[in-house]
């Protein structure tokens, strides 16, 4: 697939977006700007606009397909579910993203501390991190009872603490101000995120091109307007222009070796230098966990924390 050089006037399709890297960042990067470019709020109302000339926005990802239970698991806290409630609410195609993820995913009910042995030393609420109190429903799981006293008591407790408390105790209706509710945070497995905001992405009109893996970048001058353009090298031969280009691709990104170094082409890529510092990530099948746990560590050289997400 080859882009054609454009100019991209009034009359002409402009030149798209273009994203390398499908995965995470690079999947909500692009509903972002869909949303921003092609479906703007106006008036602090969610457009339903349709576009006739909307600005491309065009993902290329490396690999041949997503593939179900690749790779591990990842948390979601308040400032990414933001992101996506965010989403949910102004894009007129993405109305159910926000519950979408939250019904792949597992929430946090409580938060635990625990010795390197196991045994527990502290626990609280997970939602204690949300500003505020809110509604004093635990939500799903919660009803099931607590096996130890600690859990008991941070069931119980009121969410938002004070705050809370005295908003329950005077009957009033939700929680103090700036509460926001559906960010609780939760754990999800990684290929179930990617398959969520893949498939919005379809909804939103995003193409997504697969088996583009980028040899090298280029820019050049597009003859009628002067302005600058970036070309893309795939290593199947094919090349494609941008109005902007961003680089999602990853620790070996061919975007960012461009970007450090977009003059010299005989010197060897940026390649990143290890520092010492390894992550080892892993699912198992094990009884609920009510929530994500910190188990210290007896060296201080090793951490840990787990969290329940679902199997499919």
């Known amino acids: 697939m080859s882009a054609e050089d454009g100019s991209g006037g009034a009359d002409e399709a402009p030149l798209p977006i273009a994203i390398v890297g499908g995965g995470i960042g690079g999947l909500v990067l692009a509903l972002c700007l869909d949303q921003a470019y092609n479906h703007p709020e106006k008036d602090g109302a969610k457009s339903d606009r349709k576009t006739s000339n909307k600005l491309p926005i065009v993902v290329y990802e490396s690999t041949s397909a997503y593939r179900p239970d690749a790779g591990g698991a990842i948390g979601l806290y308040a400032n990414g579910l933001r992101v996506l409630r965010n989403l949910s609410a102004r894009h007129p195609d993405l109305e159910t993203l ?43 799981g919660y009803e099931t009872p607590v096996p130890d006293a600690e859990g008991k008591r941070a069931a ?112 060897p890529d940026f390649v990143p230098e290890y520092t010492g510092v390894t992550c080892l990530m892993g699912c198992a099948s094990v009884p609920r966990i009510r929530g994500i746990c910190f188990p210290s560590s007896a060296t201080t050289k090793c951490h840990a924390c787990y969290y329940p997400t679902r199997l499919a």
């Open 156 to 267: 119980t407790r009121h969410r938002g603490g004070a705050a809370g408390m005295m908003t329950s105790a005077l009957g009033m209706a939700g929680g103090p101000a700036g509460f926001e509710s559906g960010l609780n945070s939760l754990g999800i497995r990684r290929w179930k995120l990617q398959e969520v905001l893949f498939e919005a992405c379809e909804r939103a009109g995003i193409t997504i091109h697969f088996n583009k893996r980028v040899s090298h970048v280029t820019t050049h001058k597009d003859l009628s307007t002067g302005a600058n353009l970036t070309r893309l090298h795939f290593k199947d031969g094919t090349t494609a222009s941008s109005s902007l280009l961003v680089g999602a691709d990853g620790i070996n990104s061919k975007v960012r070796n461009y970007v450090t170094n977009p003059l010299r082409s005989d010197e």
């Open 98 to 140: 926000l519950d979408d993820v939250r019904d792949g995913g597992v929430d946090y009910l409580f938060r635990r501390w625990m010795r390197h042995d196991g045994t527990e030393v502290a626990v609280a609420r997970e939602d204690e991190l949300l500003e505020g109190g809110g509604d004093e429903s635990l939500g799903s």
